[in-house]
């Protein structure tokens, strides 16, 4: 069992920066694949960025790639979501979920854990 805790949301001008943490429990975090969705008011959600269990493979949604970064530290038990060059279309909820394996994965299907999202929100 893997539980999540997001933070770092908030209200950011266009152009401006922000950086989500999501803290895992559990000591099988290391297992894990890690991902970020978002989701805005009356939209679907949507794939932001994985990282696969020990940092080497990467994915990125086609609307955020050259602006987000993800990363993690297992020591600290803790996936980032660096956020730059934010725009008023980025503005959603944003979940982190953990993985069902060790893999990077784009489908919401294979991951098991998600946490409660936090809200990112772009205006000037």
């Known amino acids: 069992q893997v539980q999540l805790v997001e933070s770092g949301g908030g209200l950011v001008q266009p152009g401006g920066s922000l950086r989500l943490s999501c803290a895992a429990s559990?000591?099988?975090?290391?297992?894990?694949?890690m991902g970020w969705f978002r989701q805005a008011p009356g939209q679907e959600r949507e794939f932001v960025a994985a990282i696969s269990w020990n940092g080497g493979s990467f994915a990125y949604g086609d609307s955020v790639k050259g602006r987000f970064t993800i990363s993690r530290d297992n020591a600290k038990t803790t996936v980032y979501l660096q956020m730059n060059s934010l725009k008023p279309e980025d503005a959603a909820v944003y979940s982190c979920?953990?993985?069902?394996?060790?893999?990077?994965?784009?489908?919401?299907?294979?991951?098991?854990?998600w946490g409660q999202g936090t809200q990112v929100s772009v205006s000037l």
């Open positions: 979920a953990a993985g069902a394996g060790t893999s990077v994965s784009l489908l919401e299907k294979h991951y098991a854990y």
């Open positions: 559990g000591r099988t975090f290391s297992r894990y694949a």
